[in-house]
């Protein structure tokens, strides 16, 4: 993401709007407004921003050339993923009705959108939460981000969609690598039903770290870890990416793999994990914090539903 790209896309964005719609668009840069996101349905009521659906055709493409700036280019993440999910609102308003639909996406501005000083882009709906900061005129900061995806994989108007696919793949293949002993080692003691860091809870990570650690593991199951980071920071623009695998991969040792439900779980076999409700798996390390869960569907309840969480210990919201 070229920032000062993005900066010029916001612009012009913002003068398209009516005052109104500008005063909703950008608002102050608090860490209280920084919090409101959901990866709930519910578009504006429970976001800040502007929604999509009060936006004309060429306002919403104004406002998505924005995100497909911002956003990491690789295929399935970022932009891509961004973009897949929404449309798998319009799928889900096909069966579950209004509260579902592409329309329901918000983009809001928070700070001064300028390449000195501090602002944040939030972009997101339902099964998807984005944040990036920015600090004269550096991606700084890609956490919270929240993704879901219900069902985890779907068909429409002809395409097929499963922008969850790569997070499950290099999660279960993680958990696969690990011995007996280690998946011993790295179950919770109590079951999981959510994520444990969803929206509303900032700051919230666990004081003592739970599971089993990287320093313990082989080189090839560290080199899994590393592997699983990528789908979550491809969804950040290349020089943020480039930086936090940097830090993530320098804090490995001391990086910490924990799951709980599984109840197949056999090491050495990938496809064992990460498939019913309750299978839960979760990477806590001095920096980054990653959970993957599958639950039970919503509209799909013969089917299960991926959420995700990705956080930073110390640069959520560039630690506004």
Request: aromatic share 10%.
């Amino acid at each position: 993401g070229n920032v000062a790209k993005v900066t010029c896309l916001v612009q012009t964005f913002k003068a398209s709007l009516t005052s109104a719609q500008q005063s909703a668009l950008q608002i102050p840069l608090t860490k209280t407004s920084a919090a409101k996101w959901s990866g709930l349905t519910g578009g504006v009521t429970i976001r800040n921003g502007v929604e999509f659906s009060t936006l004309t055709p060429s306002q919403v493409a104004a406002a998505k050339a924005i995100i497909s700036n911002a956003a990491g280019i690789t295929e399935d993440e970022g932009w891509d993923e961004f973009n897949q999910i929404n449309l798998g609102d319009a799928y889900l308003g096909s069966i579950g009705g209004s509260a579902y639909g592409t329309g329901k996406y918000t983009i809001a501005i928070l700070g001064d959108p300028a390449l000195e000083g501090t602002w944040m882009l939030q972009f997101g709906g339902h099964g998807y939460a984005q944040n990036i900061t920015y600090k004269d005129g550096v991606a700084v900061s890609g956490s919270p981000m929240l993704q879901g995806t219900e069902p985890k994989a779907w068909t429409f108007a002809g395409e097929d969609y499963a922008p969850l696919a790569q997070e499950h793949m290099v999660m279960t293949t993680l958990l696969g690598s690990l011995s007996t002993a280690q998946l011993a080692t790295a179950k919770l003691t109590s079951p999981m039903t959510d994520v444990m860091l969803g929206a509303g809870k900032d700051g919230q990570f666990p004081t003592t770290k739970a599971g089993v650690k990287l320093s313990t593991l082989s080189t090839a199951s560290q080199n899994n870890f590393l592997s699983a980071l990528h789908p979550w920071l491809n969804d950040l623009p290349y020089d943020l990416k480039t930086r936090l695998l940097s830090i993530y991969t320098s804090e490995m040792a001391d990086t910490y793999i924990s799951y709980s439900g599984n109840p197949t779980a056999t090491s050495g076999n990938p496809n064992s994990f990460l498939m019913r409700d309750g299978d839960y798996v979760r990477i806590d390390g001095p920096s980054v914090w990653i959970e993957f869960m599958v639950k039970k569907g919503t509209l799909f309840t013969n089917d299960v539903q991926y959420q995700t969480i990705y956080r930073d210990h110390t640069r959520d919201y560039n630690g506004l």
